[in-house]
């Protein structure tokens, strides 16, 4: 019996569908395969809802056009009208910053290999040729959007049935283009090239833990560099085209000397910053002194720099720059006083008084009450009517009626009038219409920022307050002293995401603002919106997203390098 199924056995085990799931590398392929595969709806998900709208606004924003989406290419002069000069600074600046990021992934990669006595670098050849599949699909994207987007136009006029019919044949006469074909198969044979060489290393090369590390992270960096040269070579194309139309039109164009200037000015921004923040750690107090004093030295260089700046932004779009600026006052205006409310409030309901739970949620009721609603009632409450409601209420008071939602003077240019002051135009401040917008804010979040801090305060121990009492520290001392600094996780957290969330505020202030606020109450969001929706500028508009979604990201970075290290964790 044993002699025959001894052949069935073996006959079994040799099935030609089993065998790649086979053994130890077998079992670690499956549950891949398996794990892979239960991720492919989310892949999918964030793909199509997350991913492709990024791409498809960056290559909408290197189209023109005035009510047409696919337009005609123009490279990076949707970004040149709204910044100017700035454009050519930051796509520079992004470029270097790839090359960098690519650089400190591929040394983190090689002191992990030497500390464990291992051969990353090995892993380099899949990678490349993964990342220049990943580039070679992107340049697919954008060669394939454009005929994909003639579709649209093709069906205008046709019937439902026509339509039906004739969909698929136009999509394949798009994709039937020669150059968009041959960029797919291009990214195909890359990619397909990458994974069998991946393969053919995972078996022979020693299995460790790291090997996807490896992979994974020199396919990134390869990723980064392909895309920093893209980007440098199509700034320079777009340099030297300016420059080629400014000597056809006899026109001066100094576009080197400005880049050169402002990067520098920025750059010694930087060492005088560090030089400032190092200079406490000097051993002795001569050391410490000439630090500093280098640090000042490089600071006003780096100012008579970057003066050249403003020159820079009037050439670009004015309202833009606005828009910017009454987004920096929201963000100014709202975050620290939300934090700051929120933490209070959040002590006063953690102590033991009576009704704490009902005042919990009516502090968190604004933040789960509809916004756009919640804004409309404000919106009738800041009337600039006298006889709305905070007029009226102001008149019982003996006060004059305000423009409020009406208002487009600064805040403090009305505080100056009152107090017989002369207020210049560069310290007006937010107009009162934009100072009601943060008002709404704060009443809004703070709730938001209550319940986070008081789940915060339920996980800090009482034992730490109690031994604070017995060694004689007051309330304001165990405060400072403890509360504050277990609770700065939470702190962190909140200011991050509060951050990204002011910087993007468009639904509440759209319904607020009004026409007599003369845009002062128009933030960066808003002025997208616009061009996209009233003016029909589709790729000025991605260009402008694309914009904000920088400095979003350059504010979160610079806020994280500023707090991550004030954090602690216990």
Not at 81 to 87: K, M, Y
Not at 260 to 282: D, P
Not at 479 to 501: A, D, K, Q
Request: proline letters at 4%; a positive charge.
């Amino acid at each position: 019996m044993a002699t025959q199924a001894a052949p069935h056995r073996a006959k079994a085990v040799s099935r030609p569908g089993l065998r790649i799931f086979s053994g130890r590398r077998g079992m670690k392929r499956k549950e891949s395969f398996l794990a892979y595969l239960l991720l492919l709806p989310a892949i999918v998900i964030i793909g199509l809802f997350g991913l492709f709208p990024l791409v498809f606004s960056a290559y909408q924003s290197t189209r023109a056009g005035l009510n047409n989406i696919v337009g005609r290419p123009d490279g990076l002069g949707q970004y040149i009208r709204a910044i100017d000069t700035l454009a050519y600074v930051l796509a520079f600046w992004l470029a270097f910053f790839f090359l960098i990021m690519a650089v400190r992934q591929i040394n983190q990669l090689i002191d992990t290999a030497r500390e464990k006595e291992e051969k990353s670098w090995f892993w380099a050849f899949p990678a490349t040729f993964v990342a220049l599949g990943i580039a070679s699909l992107l340049r697919f994207i954008f060669i394939f959007m454009p005929n994909l987007l003639e579709v649209g136009e093709k069906m205008k006029g046709l019937t439902a049935e026509e339509r039906n019919e004739q969909f698929l044949l136009f999509v394949r006469e798009a994709w039937q283009v020669e150059s968009v074909a041959a960029a797919f198969w291009t990214a195909a044979l890359f990619i397909v090239i990458g994974i069998i060489i991946y393969n053919v290393m995972q078996r022979n090369t020693p299995n460790t833990p790291r090997n996807d590390a490896y992979f994974s992270g020199l396919m990134t960096s390869a990723l980064l560099i392909v895309l920093a040269l893209g980007l440098t070579w199509l700034t320079w194309g777009e340099i030297q085209l300016a420059y080629a139309e400014a000597l056809e039109n006899g026109e001066p164009l100094n576009l080197w000397s400005q880049m050169v200037t402002i990067s520098a000015g920025f750059v010694m921004l930087l060492f005088s910053w560090l030089l400032w923040r190092n200079a406490s750690e000097r051993g002795s107090n001569l050391q410490m002194m000439l630090r500093f004093a280098a640090a000042i030295f490089l600071m006003t260089g780096s100012w008579v720099l970057i003066a050249e700046l403003p020159a820079v932004i009037a050439e670009g779009n004015s309202d833009w720059w606005q828009g910017l600026k009454q987004t920096l006052f929201y963000v100014i205006g709202t975050l620290p006083i939300e934090l700051s409310l929120g933490l209070f409030l959040a002590v006063l309901m953690f102590q033991e008084i009576k009704g704490k739970g009902l005042f919990r949620m009516i502090f968190f009721l604004p933040y789960i009450t509809p916004a756009v609603g919640a804004a409309g009632v404000f919106r009738v409450i800041f009337t600039g009517n006298p006889s709305g409601l905070i007029n009226t209420a102001l008149a019982q008071l003996g006060f004059e009626s305000m423009g409020w939602l009406n208002e487009p003077a600064g805040i403090n240019q009305l505080i100056g009038e009152a107090l017989s002051l002369n207020i210049p135009d560069w310290a007006a401040g937010p107009s009162l219409a934009l100072v009601v917008a943060v008002i709404f804010g704060i009443w809004k979040y703070t709730g938001y920022n209550v319940v986070f801090f008081l789940a915060g305060l339920g996980n800090i121990s009482k034992e730490l307050y109690e031994a604070a009492s017995i060694d004689g520290a007051g309330r304001w001392a165990q405060f400072r002293h403890i509360t504050l600094p277990l609770l700065s996780p939470i702190t962190y957290f909140l200011s991050i995401f509060g951050v990204i969330g002011t910087f993007k505020t468009f639904n509440t202030i759209f319904v607020l603002r009004t026409g007599a606020a003369l845009g002062t109450m128009d933030t960066a969001s808003l002025v997208i919106f616009d061009a996209f929706n009233r003016d029909t500028r589709y790729g000025y508009a991605a260009a402008l997203g694309i914009i904000l979604l920088i400095v979003i990201i350059s504010a979160t970075s610079l806020f994280d390098r500023i707090s991550k290290g004030r954090v602690f964790y216990g």
